[in-house]
């Protein structure tokens, strides 16, 4: 990096790239510490930067509204002295920076377009649309707002700020503020007023704007929402999403980075679902709007921002309780979900090299299981993995693990591996994150190991 | 509404003439759903006695007045929940004394086919939401239960009740923010009857004035005296009018006192025999029965509506001990809806 050069910053814990929005300089500009200079659009809120030395701008590297740019890359440089200058865009950069969503052919370019979009496939019946998973779930809000006027969203951040991850854009103009509500910083009680409104027939998603602060309101979410029905005979019916990012997001460390996937699927009550990709975000959101049980709907946000193939209808939906094979293998099973079955397709793809081919089992929801899936696929590959990014102890993975060995322990012809989370609280190091979350590099390697 | 003046007794309450202005019917209404409660309340502690009541089971005996009172300014379709001190409160919504009695003894016949048991019950006909285990967790559940009110825009209300220890909680406090926030049509009822548990109040709350504690939030609020019935039903009048007018919510705190432990496993020892005994002395059904008698009523008049009452409690604790224990299959049900 030269000395006087601004760089496209890191505006999110998740962001790897942005658009410049607007230049609020221009050549020539004298800029002080703290002066806005340009308009940043992430995929989760425009916001300005500020010049951090004095000077004067030089050269403005980057055109307004070009996307794509990569964090860390110059975008402007100034000078420490007056001059004058000619031109305000070098050409000959912009092409390398500037990546149009419609250009995107080679996928290997872009972090967040992966090679495994190439593995989802449909029925010929469904048309589909390369959209985020922020887009999904959207969608699904959206549409099943429309459909029903019972349903509304309410959560921190959800209506004015259009989310805090940017999931309920537009949903506050489209529906208003009586079904779009913005909640105070108190999980406690407006999860315990939206388990209230079902009991009063509503249909209420309430966003986490992480699962973590879910533990405010897990007593209301366990002992109210999962165990009423049961305790009033079947009368008091609690049809409620509680959704939002779970998991490890980046570099935020222990208290804002934990799965929860097998807090709650412990719960009898609670139906658990956790999408991979837009597909399963959009049918399984609107699954689970529709579904007259209290539904823990575990997102993840480092996938928000990720593209995929999804149908555009309406009425596409998954059903809860089923996986999807992403890839038919002969060798191994490896079953995942969320951000992980990402990591387990490009482990399959890797172990393809070394001549083993795995089955990945992307398995959608979590209570109830699809077992029949996992086990038809065993008696197949006689090995299995299983892969989360939470702790391995009284995990996802021990579960799937102690069903095989009593329902299809004749089919093994190894003991079932798991892949997880390191049992430490998430460090914030860039280096101890790495080391503590699961890597597609344990999968190989705990695959390699059984199928020798 | 009844033949009685209300704007008088509002300026005069302390005077026992004026309330002889209440109609006889009204009177009697009142005592016929206090007496139920009580009498129920002495048959559940009695089974609980025999073992036919397992668990925790905690009575309502020296409160009626409180639910009896909220109850008759209510209107049909508005909504009611509590915590798990709940029989009295699903008595009055109309829910049937077998039902209930039935789920005490947890029998098949029960309000919730015996899976609940006594802090569990729920009646969406009779607009009863629970019966709530968790002590505050039914706070943030009435608000909602308001805001869906308020959302389909019908005219009901949601009375949500809960104790001087509840009102600690922290959940309240948020629910209190947001009931005012969003002008949510809820009166938070705080029964306080000076004991959490075995804590007494004055051990466990920096004040002990609860109506003041929405002050913060902009909520308005009333304190009355729990052992007069016709205080209550006043109080509530008011209450329930400016929530369903100004769809606010409102805070009645109604100081009361239960004459049984915390629950039937509570030995009492944090409070005197003659503390119990004095409370018991002015217990808010003998200050009723008193205005009855002074109406004309005679005491073998209020004898022989109490015999019919002892009646039909045998008649539901019998149907209860007869009734069949859930079939083993409801073990497995319930858990979701298929």
Not at chain 1, 143 to 169: L, N
Not at chain 1, 277 to 306: C, H, T, W
Not at chain 2, 42 to 71: D, P, R, S, T, W
Not at chain 2, 220 to 249: F, H, W
Request: a negative charge; proline letters at 3%.
């Amino acid at each position: 990096m030269k000395s006087n050069e601004i760089l496209m910053p890191a505006l999110s814990p998740t962001m790897e790239e942005g658009t410049l929005a607007k230049w609020l300089v221009k050549v020539g500009d004298k800029i002080s510490s703290g002066d806005l200079i340009a308009e940043i659009e992430t995929d989760k809120a425009t916001m300005e930067i500020e010049a951090v030395e004095d000077g004067f701008i030089s050269k403005l590297i980057v055109d307004e509204g070009t996307q794509g740019i990569k964090i860390n890359t110059p975008i402007a440089e100034f000078s420490e002295n007056e001059e004058i200058y000619e031109t305000n865009i070098d050409e000959s950069n912009k092409n390398v920076i500037s990546i149009s969503n419609n250009e995107v052919d080679d996928v290997e370019k872009l972090s967040n377009v992966r090679e495994y979009d190439k593995v989802v496939t449909f029925s010929a019946d469904d048309t589909t649309k390369k959209i985020t998973v922020r887009e999904a779930l959207r969608d699904a809000i959206l549409e099943e707002m429309k459909a029903d006027d019972d349903v509304f969203i309410m959560g921190e951040e959800v209506a004015e700020y259009e989310g805090a991850y940017k999931v309920t854009q537009g949903l506050l103009e489209q529906f208003g503020d009586n079904r779009v509500i913005d909640t105070p910083i108190t999980e406690h009680g407006f999860t315990g007023i939206g388990i209230g409104a079902a009991f009063g027939n509503l249909k209420p998603i309430v966003e986490f704007m992480t699962f973590n602060f879910s533990m405010q309101a897990i007593d209301q979410i366990i002992n109210s929402a999962a165990k009423t029905l049961y305790m009033s005979g079947g009368q008091m019916g609690c049809p409620i999403v509680f959704r939002g990012p779970n998991g490890a997001a980046s570099r935020v460390a222990a208290q804002h980075s934990q799965c929860f996937a097998s807090w709650y699927s412990h719960v009898p009550g609670l139906k658990v679902v956790s999408p991979w990709s837009s597909e399963d975000a959009k049918g399984l959101l609107k699954s689970a709007i529709r579904d007259p049980n209290p539904i823990v709907f575990l997102e993840n946000e480092v996938m928000y921002g990720q593209s995929f193939e999804c149908p555009i209808s309406n009425e596409f939906t998954i059903p809860i309780g089923k996986a999807k094979v992403e890839k038919i293998g002969s060798d191994i099973t490896i079953v995942a979900f969320s951000i992980m079955v990402g990591k387990a397709l490009e482990a399959a793809k890797e172990l393809e090299k070394n001549g083993i081919n795995a089955e990945v089992i992307n398995l959608r929801s979590l209570r109830p299981l699809d077992l029949e899936t996992i086990i038809n696929s065993v008696k197949k590959t006689n090995r299995l993995i299983t892969c989360e990014e939470g702790f391995g102890y009284s995990g996802i993975g021990a579960e799937i693990s102690s069903l095989i060995q009593e329902q299809a322990f004749d089919w093994l012809d190894a003991p079932v591996l798991r892949v997880h989370g390191k049992d430490v609280p998430m460090p914030y190091a860039e280096n101890l994150e790495k080391l503590a979350l699961p890597q597609t590099s344990d999968i190989i390697n705990k695959a390699k190991q059984i199928c020798s | 509404m009844n033949t009685m003046n209300m704007n008088n007794k509002q300026t005069d309450k302390s005077s026992p003439k004026k309330k002889s202005n209440y109609d006889l019917d009204l009177l009697l209404k009142l005592n016929k759903q206090m007496l139920l409660i009580r009498r129920f309340e002495e048959k559940a502690g009695q089974l609980y006695g025999m073992g036919k009541i397992g668990g925790f089971c905690h009575l309502y005996i020296g409160q009626e007045a409180v639910v009896v009172g909220i109850n008759s300014a209510l209107e049909e379709h508005d909504t009611m929940v509590t915590s798990y001190r709940d029989h009295g409160h699903m008595l009055v919504c109309g829910m049937d004394p077998k039902g209930v009695m039935a789920e005490l003894t947890g029998r098949i016949t029960g309000y919730s086919k015996g899976k609940g048991g006594s802090m569990h019950m729920f009646s969406r006909e009779k607009g009863f939401f629970g019966g709530h285990g968790i002590v505050g967790a039914q706070v943030p559940i009435g608000a909602g239960l308001a805001f869906s009110h308020k959302y389909k825009k019908e005219k009901s209300i949601c009375v949500t009740f809960f104790g001087d220890g509840a009102a600690n909680q922290g959940q309240v406090y948020e629910t209190f923010n947001i009931a005012a926030l969003w002008n949510l049509p809820v009166l938070f009822v705080i029964e306080n009857n000076l004991y959490g548990m075995g804590t007494s109040v004055q051990r466990s709350s920096s004040t002990d004035n609860f109506a003041i504690r929405g002050e913060a939030f902009g909520i308005k609020n009333k304190t009355v005296n729990g052992m007069d019935v016709l205080d209550v039903r006043e109080a509530a009048i008011e209450a329930i009018n400016y929530c369903r007018s100004k769809q606010k919510p409102f805070i009645l705190e109604v100081k009361t006192y239960r004459f049984r432990g915390h629950s039937m496993s509570d030995p009492g020892k944090y409070r005197t025999r003659d503390e119990v005994a004095e409370m018991r002395k002015n217990g808010p059904l003998k200050a009723l029965q008193k205005l009855i008698l002074e109406t004309g009523f005679n005491e073998n008049q209020l004898k022989e509506i109490d015999n019919q009452i002892k009646i039909d409690v045998n008649k539901a604790a019998d149907f209860a001990i007869e009734s069949e224990l859930p079939d083993e299959k409801e073990l497995l049900r319930d858990i979701i809806i298929e």
